[in-house]
């Protein structure tokens, strides 16, 4: 049955010219029929440069968000459209703009976890792939970030600049302890613990690499360790295990599982292209700002 719908999807992205982008925390079976499977740095990177006419984003809202502000003359559809990310709620535009008039002349840097209204107020976006460098490529001796505090505190360590950080955080992360992370490592000793920045500093303090979630798995098969510790979303594994079959991967805990990261399913993928629903949009204004911050990011060297 699966493999039928496997095959169908394939079949209606071919006929619709569409591409299908999954973010490395989807489940197993999206990440096997995807186009592209990567972090929010690669599919935006991907959105803005795609022939498709379509783009199915399998993610949660702000991916697609930013797929349909970089690419406003494809389809963008988000399969479930419930399909949120309680970090980015956690600041909206008035808010923004209310903390900037605290903050005269300061820059803000948004990380891509936020809405349309929020980066069409920033002046630079980032990901977790590329915060440091997008914060060094401000001349500015302070920032403002928005809206992680948790990425804000660890890019932050390498920097020389003052961050005003907003207080927002993802639920799914702060939910990894550093107590758990200690009894894991004391139990595998010769195991590498590795996190996602957005964990809470107490546990990114205790890594032995902090990376975005693509980063990781460069890390993984150049590293000559043979067990690691995962501290980021349960999604990761799949591709992890598929290309280190010689290497163990431990999750550092079970509530490690983002609800909406898990909604999508093959069933509504077919739906959205069949019907060509539910379409992604941002309204005009909004999105011109946005895509300025967006193209500021996209334009900051990787290296
Ligand atoms: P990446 O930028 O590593 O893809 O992470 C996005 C995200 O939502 C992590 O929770
Ligand atoms: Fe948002 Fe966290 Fe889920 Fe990523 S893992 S989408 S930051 S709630």
């Known amino acids: 049955m699966q493999t039928e719908l496997k095959q169908a999807i394939r079949d209606l992205i071919k006929e619709r010219n569409a591409v299908l982008l999954a973010h490395n925390y989807m489940r197993d079976e999206v990440q096997e029929i995807a186009d592209i499977t990567g972090d929010s740095l690669a599919l935006s990177q991907e959105a803005a440069k795609t022939a498709a006419d379509i783009i199915v984003f399998c993610g949660v809202h702000f991916m697609a968000e930013s797929a349909a502000i970089l690419s406003p003359d494809k389809t963008v559809l988000l399969p479930r459209l ?9 600041i909206t535009a008035d808010e923004l703009i209310k903390f900037k008039t605290t903050l005269p002349g300061i820059p803000v840097v948004t990380y891509v976890n936020s809405s349309a209204e929020v980066k069409a107020e920033s ?36 920097s020389d600049k003052k961050f005003h950080m907003w207080g927002g955080y993802c639920p799914t992360h702060e939910r990894l302890k550093p107590e758990t992370v200690k009894e894991l490592k004391s139990r595998y000793p010769d195991a590498l613990f590795i996190c996602h920045p957005e964990c809470n500093p107490l546990v990114t303090a205790l890594a032995d690499h902090a990376c975005s979630t693509s980063a990781m798995y460069d890390f993984c098969r150049n590293s000559s360790a043979k067990t690691f510790i995962i501290g980021t979303e349960a999604g990761i594994l799949y591709r992890l295990k598929l290309e280190n079959p010689d290497k163990e991967f431990i999750l550092a805990s079970q509530a490690l599982f983002c609800p909406n990261m898990k ?41």
Do not use: W
């Not at 915060?131 to 060094?136: E, G, P, Q």
């Open 123 to 158: 002046d630079i976006c980032c990901t977790s792939a590329n915060a440091l460098k997008v914060v060094n490529s401000l001349h500015d001796k302070e920032i403002i970030f928005t809206p992680d505090r948790n990425l804000g505190h660890y890019v932050s360590q390498f």
């Open 82 to 90: 419930d399909a949120g990310c309680p970090m980015a709620d956690m």
């Open 263 to 303: 909604l999508t399913s093959l069933e509504d993928i077919y739906e959205a292209l069949k019907t060509l629903k539910p379409v992604v949009r941002v309204e005009e204004s909004i999105r011109l700002r946005a895509k300025t911050a967006l193209d500021r990011m996209l334009a900051v060297p990787r290296d």
